[in-house]
């Protein structure tokens, strides 16, 4: 009897303590997303709910479909609260963002969770959206690791100059991963984890920049169609995936040869990577100040509405 009585309290509490946790969620909505946030995160929930549509319509221009709307995104303002919503496993502690295509949901990590605020969560939203459409288009279908992570890649134009030089360092030293190895996971050591995504968003590049616009959608519809890899190449290229793998090597070589690399002062590739560079700096300043703003405009707003006051805005999700 005790033992029932003690198993009844631990439910209880356990019931509790998540109705809690869902009834200090808010909801805002768009025609194609909600966006589930606390109280502390109301000014980046409506930005990045505009953002979300901008960032629809781009995938929409560029391979021609989306998942279905609409599409539920998180905004955990902690480290607690971005693991306590995820449906599966813990992510790891360098996560910022989860995708669920099965579920059609997101899952950020608002600046504040991160240390300095330094992520740059418009390209986070990016690139697990694009996770999310791929998968939803896919769905049922095995997609190769390096077309998931390189169209992600893509799509949040998360390229860099470190990776130009992950990616010119594999090309000098021999050491690229051959494509086949990078279709079910990549590596573990973290040295080959960034040169597998740094191959990956190079090898898709490559496709929709040799082959046009029109390439990646015509891939992505053969394989959502049934096709493998290879056939889906071809039937977007003319080429299958051996000769397209052995094509790209070949331009690697010819763009990350040791003449641009030690010349690279006076071309027009490192005037490009340094305008790149402080386009980045005043990007994230940009950002920086307002989250700062924000945060300063909160301090001295209004006491927050107590919980159960009537909101045009927002609505309490239901425990």
């Given at each position: 009897?005790?033992?029932?009585?003690?198993?009844?309290?631990?439910?209880i509490?356990?019931?509790?303590?998540?109705?809690?946790f869902?009834?200090?969620?808010l909801?805002?909505?768009?025609?194609h997303?909600?966006?589930?946030?606390?109280?502390?995160?109301k000014?980046?929930a409506?930005f990045l709910?505009?953002?979300a549509?901008?960032?629809?319509?781009a995938?929409l221009?560029d391979?021609?479909?989306?998942?279905?709307?609409?599409t539920?995104?998180?905004?955990?303002?902690?480290?607690?609260?971005?693991?306590?919503?995820?449906?599966g496993?813990?992510?790891?502690s360098?996560?910022?963002?989860t995708?669920?295509?099965?579920?059609n949901?997101?899952?950020?990590r608002s600046?504040?969770?991160v240390?300095?605020g330094?992520?740059?969560?418009?390209?986070?939203?990016?690139?697990e959206?694009?996770h999310?459409?791929?998968g939803t288009?896919?769905?049922?279908?095995?997609v190769?690791r390096?077309?998931?992570?390189g169209?992600a890649?893509?799509?949040?134009?998360?390229?860099?100059l470190?990776?130009?030089?992950?990616?010119?360092?594999?090309v000098?030293?021999?050491s690229?991963?051959?494509?086949e190895?990078?279709?079910d996971?990549?590596p573990l050591?973290?040295?080959?984890?960034?040169?597998?995504?740094?191959?990956s968003?190079?090898?898709v590049?490559?496709?929709?920049?040799?082959?046009?616009?029109?390439?990646?959608?015509?891939l992505i519809?053969?394989m959502?169609?049934?096709l493998?890899?290879?056939?889906?190449?071809?039937?977007?290229?003319g080429l299958?995936?051996?000769?397209?793998?052995?094509?790209?090597?070949?331009e690697?070589?010819?763009?990350?040869?040791?003449?641009?690399?030690?010349?690279?002062?006076f071309?027009?590739?490192?005037?490009?990577?340094?305008?790149?560079?402080?386009?980045?700096?005043?990007?994230?300043r940009?950002?920086?100040?307002?989250?700062?703003q924000?945060?300063?405009?909160e301090?001295?707003s209004?006491?927050?509405?107590?919980?159960?006051?009537?909101d045009?805005?927002?609505?309490?999700?239901?425990t």
């Open positions: 009897m005790k033992r029932s009585f003690a198993s009844f309290l631990v439910f509490l356990l019931f509790t303590a998540g109705s809690l869902a009834s200090s969620w909801e805002i909505h768009s025609p997303f909600i966006i589930r946030y606390q109280s502390s995160e000014r980046m409506s709910l505009s953002r549509e901008e960032i629809r319509g995938v221009r391979i021609g479909c989306c998942p279905p709307s609409p539920l995104i998180y905004l955990a303002p902690t480290w607690e609260d971005f693991q306590q919503v995820q449906p496993g813990q992510p790891p360098w996560s910022v963002g995708a669920y295509p099965g579920l949901l997101i899952i950020l600046p504040r969770a240390k300095g330094r992520t740059e969560i418009e390209e986070v939203l990016q690139h959206y694009a999310l459409t791929l288009v896919l769905k049922g279908h095995d190769p390096w077309l998931d992570e169209f890649m893509l799509q949040s134009r998360q390229w860099n470190s990776w130009i030089y992950i990616l010119s360092k594999g000098l030293t021999k690229l991963l051959p494509l190895e990078l279709e996971g990549f050591a973290q040295h080959q984890a960034q040169l597998a995504y740094a191959e968003f190079s090898f590049s490559f496709i929709k920049n040799e082959w046009g616009p029109t390439a990646l959608p015509c519809k053969g959502a169609q049934g493998d890899v290879d056939s889906a190449l071809r039937l977007a290229t299958g995936f051996r000769e397209m793998e052995r094509r790209w090597k070949k690697l070589k010819r763009r990350y040869s040791w003449v641009p690399i030690v010349t690279s002062f071309s027009l590739w490192f005037l490009a990577s340094l305008l790149f560079l402080l386009s980045y700096w005043r990007k994230r940009r950002a920086k100040k307002i989250l700062e924000w945060e300063s405009e301090a001295i209004e006491p927050p509405i107590p919980p159960g006051s009537p045009e805005e927002d609505e309490r999700f239901p």
